[in-house]
């Protein structure tokens, strides 16, 4: 249940029990004690083999299933219940802290109705078979059984693989057409699902058109298309022309104009260069994203009054204090929210229920469990549980004003490190003599097509 593994808590759920590992561990303590008959605190004898407590799973995804964590929660969700029925005791988090994503459970070893599970290789077996069941259902081949390997592509797929331009512009066309709408990357890839284009986001993020068997990944669309490069595009957007200069002649403002004024920009205007996709037009799809960055990020030094370096860096170490505390207090509510939402469902359920003579086994210890919670949490009259509910919409109203805030300081300081590193670039004096040998290039390659446009001209005469 680490925050920083989980993207703040994000991807962490629980079957039967709370989120909150205090209480959770309170919860599988009553079960386990009520049909174990030992002592779930016992510790471990100094000879001899312990009772199993808790059973502590891992699954993993390699880097090239392209499995979200998006997807891993789900598929997590379904194998634990798949393998170990809806009567199970568990708590579920996948960690997104390794190149490749994970999940993690911990499951009781007895079942609210009483059943015990073993740990041992015939077990273990029985999970594998399972889990690979779900990821199929899922869509994911299941890194266990190596399906497909080595097997050789059709002339078909050979054929679309070398007639495969035209459907790549069009999913260049679309995402351009959808940047001006979305504020991340990730909002830009649920559009484009929207738009019915299939989107494995892994390692390497890849989008399939609709109607196309290929995938293909977004780096391979050329240097404007990266995921680093749609970042920048949509993390610089909102920032338009300077009218007024709050600073002048300073020595970082200088290095930026010296940059610009290099490759044809009028840096004396102190405005954001307009973006252009056409390799036409006065500067080209391999240098415009440049052109673009560094007169937004002049835009914002000027903006936010960084005169010099060391007052950027200042600021950065400032505002990545602050992130870091906000963080760890949206955290706490996330977790908090969570808590408040399983204290309602197993409130509601322990008061629809309690007066019942009918209970099967099941329900009888799932209503001795969540009686635990509501007199911990002295919940006793309709009235607490109003209370309570009216807690989590106010939970409700805090986490999404926290969200949008740390939304806005993520963005800053994204900006303000990308400006120091762009600096950084500018001080080594190497970044100018790039941006101008690529603008070289673009104008020997123009030229170059203009005479052999010429001499097909004259030869056809």
Known sequence: MNADKTEELKYTTSLNCTTDPYEAYLQMKAVYEQYSGHSFDSPKPKKGRAHVKTIHYIMSFADSENVTPELAFKIAKTLVIKAFGQDVQAVIAIHTDKSHVHAHFAINTYSLTGHKYNANMRSLHFVREKSNEVCRSFGVTPALNFEGEGRSISHYEWEQKQNGTSWKECIRNEIDDLLPTVNTVEELLAALERRRYTV??????????????????????GVDYTEEALKARILWRAVGNIDELHFTN????QAYIEVLGNVRILADERRKVPRK???N???????DLDCYRL??????????RISSISDLKDRIIQLSAELKKEQEEYSAFLLEQERVQTLIEQSDYYFANTGRNDLTAEEYS??????????????????????????NEKLQRKISAMKEKL???????VRYVDIRDTYERISKRDYVEELVAEEKRRR??????????AKKRKGSR
């Open 200 to 221: 494995n986001r892994g390692k390497y993020i890849s989008v399939t058109a609709p109607g196309h068997k290929r995938a293909v990944r977004l780096k391979t669309l």
């Open 250 to 253: 300073t020595e970082i403002e």
């Open 277 to 279: 996709y056409d390799v």
């Open 281 to 287: 037009k006065p500067y080209g799809a391999d240098n």
């Open 295 to 304: 007169s937004a990020q002049i835009a914002v030094m000027n903006w936010d």
């Open 366 to 391: 799932r209503l001795q469990t969540y009686r635990t919670a509501v007199y911990e949490n002295s919940i006793m009259t309709l009235a607490d549980r109003i209370l309570l509910k009216q807690q």
């Open 407 to 413: 939304t806005k300081k993520r963005n800053k300081l």
């Open 444 to 453: 020997e390659q123009e030229e170059q097509k203009r005479l052999q446009k």
